[in-house]
């Protein structure tokens, strides 16, 4: 067979490196997940929210019913996950917890009203959907949450930390393709949470030349020439007449859209992506999803009250860590018993291998004592009658020339066919009446002298068999 040829792309291949760079590994991960018996619309809406989330955070991540919070903060230290969101679901709402992973904080947020991804975009009539939107993070826009309180300072610091830090002199607005808003109203203390695509249209320019300059075709059927189209509607557009100047800026880098080239004036323009939040703080826990609660919208407790609470929950972790040392000492006496056994066993072997080549020994003795004893019968037999025995005379005598060694084998299949013989015999005589299909009893061996009629009884004579035809008495 002639050498397989390489193909070109096994030519080409060349080895990728997989190992990232310590700025991806710094950025803030997340998981996004749903708790509970919830809806088809709640797990729709976990998956729009990972979009937000994207690009780092697991969208292909699949929970299951028996996986416990402790099973994702296990993997969370290997895959850099700092942030963990929850959906979950009762008869009171719906409800979004978001936790600082491994040790907390933990705020809990009521969902007044959400809507889905699919309904904002379905409700558009020019859509600005693509799949390179979500391959860079998010910009991060917080509105009046700098309020007073250290709820509003660790709930804002909270949102942040979700999404990378921007390094604004290293920046590529080419990088920067969404934003997500959040807005909180202090009258009614909702935060309305909001996610939009960045878009950049060129400023100052007529209609025809704007659709020229985006590359786009446009129809000269109605003009006899194109300096017609270009001036037909004057300097600029209806739709840029009514654009908000603060909307204007200046752009120091070049985009990748056309017609937004640098220092050139451009118009940022947000489309809405979803999903659509309406949230509200309602409590904040020191720890992952328990311990003291340092914030609560509801309720509010005394110092006394509060004592009492983190009493109990110190008895509560000293009885738990008790009983912690207790399994670990029952476990650690389980495995030196089970050694111990262990070691009891490889003794009872070596003993038993020890008492078994005593036997062999033993039995071997008794072997060549017995070879020793024997009497040759067929010598006899010669000397007494004065010619050789008859060839099957001593088959089963001991000292013939076709007799069996006596070995341990010898004996144990010896012994064996004797018991073999009592049980035939046991067996024959107890079933000597049987019952036919009539329900009427008959003999077995119906008896005609003790032998059934015409039948033939073999005795051994002298080692020898013999067929004698029995009578009748």
Not at 130 to 151: M, R
Not at 436 to 450: A, I, Q, S
Request: net charge positive; hydrophobic share 30%; charged share 30%.
């Amino acid at each position: 067979m002639g050498k397989k040829k390489k193909g070109r792309n096994v030519k080409n291949n060349v080895q990728a490196n997989t190992e990232e760079p310590e700025e991806l590994k710094r950025a803030p991960h997340s998981f996004v997940i749903h708790r509970g018996n919830v809806g088809s619309f709640v797990i729709e809406l976990t998956r729009d929210f990972r979009k937000v989330m994207e690009p780092f955070t697991a969208s292909s991540l699949k929970s299951r019913k028996n996986n416990a919070i402790k099973d994702f903060v296990s993997v969370a230290g290997l895959l850099h996950v700092s942030h963990l969101c929850i959906f979950t679901s009762t008869d009171l709402g719906m409800y979004l917890k978001i936790a600082r992973l491994p040790q907390g904080p933990t705020l809990t947020f009521w969902i007044h009203n959400y809507s889905l991804s699919r309904d904002v975009i379905s409700s558009m009539k020019k859509q600005f959907v693509f799949e390179k939107l979500y391959q860079n993070a998010p910009l991060v826009v917080l509105n009046s949450l700098s309020g007073e309180g250290l709820h509003m300072k660790l709930m804002a610091s909270m949102f942040q930390n979700m999404f990378p830090t921007i390094n604004i002199t290293k920046v590529k607005l080419s990088s920067i393709r969404r934003c997500v808003l959040l807005n909180y109203n202090a009258s009614s203390k909702l935060i309305d949470f909001r996610h939009y695509a960045i878009k950049a249209v060129p400023v100052g320019l007529s209609k025809g030349v704007k659709k020229l300059v985006q590359s786009k075709v446009p129809n000269l059927g109605r003009f006899e020439d194109i300096s017609d189209f270009i001036t037909k509607s004057g300097q600029l557009s209806e739709s840029e007449a009514e654009d908000d100047p603060e909307s204007h800026v200046t752009l120091p880098q070049k985009l990748p859209s056309r017609g937004n080239l640098a220092s050139t004036q451009s118009a940022l323009r947000l489309v809405e992506l979803g999903p659509r939040l309406t949230l509200q703080l309602m409590k904040i826990e020191e720890g992952l999803l328990n311990g003291e609660v340092l914030f609560h919208e509801i309720m509010e407790k005394t110092d006394e009250e509060r004592l009492l609470i983190q009493k109990k929950r110190e008895e509560k972790r000293k009885l738990k860590e008790k009983r912690r040392k207790i399994q670990e000492e029952n476990t650690r006496k389980k495995a030196q018993k089970k050694e111990e056994l262990k070691q009891k066993a490889m003794k009872g072997t070596q003993k038993r291998s020890e008492n078994e080549l005593e036997m062999q020994k033993a039995l071997s003795e008794v072997q060549q004592e017995a070879r020793s004893d024997e009497d040759d019968d067929a010598e006899w037999y010669r000397q007494e009658v004065g010619q050789n025995p008859e060839k099957d005379l001593f088959d089963d005598v001991p000292g013939s020339h076709n007799k069996r060694k006596l070995s341990s084998v010898g004996l144990v299949h010896k012994r064996k066919k004797v018991e073999d013989g009592l049980k035939y015999r046991t067996k024959t005589k107890s079933n000597s009446r049987i019952q036919n299909k009539f329900g009427k009893t008959k003999l077995k061996f119906p008896r005609e002298g003790g032998v059934q009629k015409n039948q033939f009884h073999k005795r051994k004579v002298f080692g020898s068999k013999i067929s004698v035809k029995n009578k009748k008495h």
